[in-house]
């Protein structure tokens, strides 16, 4: 399957990903419609960095995965928190980086979900995962985990606390 190229960005001096040119106008009125770029032309980093991987964009006239990499590593962007984040948007979900690190943020209708991801072999504590549970409820989330394994496979799991036990 080919996919033509429906825009060109660029990434400015402030380290902004912006669109240089659209070469489909309904494309790029798209993604303002879906609140992934601004009225400005700004693309959030993350949806720019799947657009490049699914050659929709070109950056610096280049395109593919290779090039969503090298950017990814460029603006210090886990490879396992773009792979979530790819995964979700080939679903046809729309995430948004989380406020805690290494978390993506996902509302479909009133459904707010916080998901931390992880890398297959990091170690994590059982205290530091319900502590990072109970936070993201508090907070009005339901907490998932996603962990990436080491070929790239990514499973979900729901990651509800439990205060005791009677």
């Known amino acids: 399957m080919i996919v033509e190229v429906k825009a060109h960005l660029k990434v400015t001096d402030e380290g ?19 609140g992934v770029a601004d009225l400005r032309g700004n693309v959030e980093l993350l949806e720019a960095l799947h657009l490049l991987a699914t050659r929709r964009i070109a950056i610096e006239g280049k395109t593919g995965w290779e090039e969503a990499l090298k950017y990814a590593r460029k603006f210090n962007i886990k490879l396992s928190l773009f792979m979530v984040y790819h ?50 409820m508090s907070s009005g989330y339901e907490p998932v985990i996603a962990i990436v394994d080491r070929y790239g496979v990514i499973t979900y799991y729901e990651a509800r606390a439990v205060n005791s036990i009677t």
Do not use: H, Y
């Not at 994590?124 to 319900?130: C, P």
């Open 16 to 34: 902004k990903v912006v669109i240089e040119k659209c070469l489909d106008q309904e494309f790029c009125a798209n993604l303002v419609r879906i």
């Open 87 to 136: 995964d979700l948007r080939k679903k046809g979900r729309k995430a948004k980086l989380g406020t805690r690190p290494g978390t993506l943020i996902l509302n479909i209708g009133s459904r707010r979900t916080e998901i931390l991801v992880l890398e297959e072999g990091v170690l994590m504590t059982l205290e530091d995962l319900a502590e990072w549970s109970r936070s993201s």
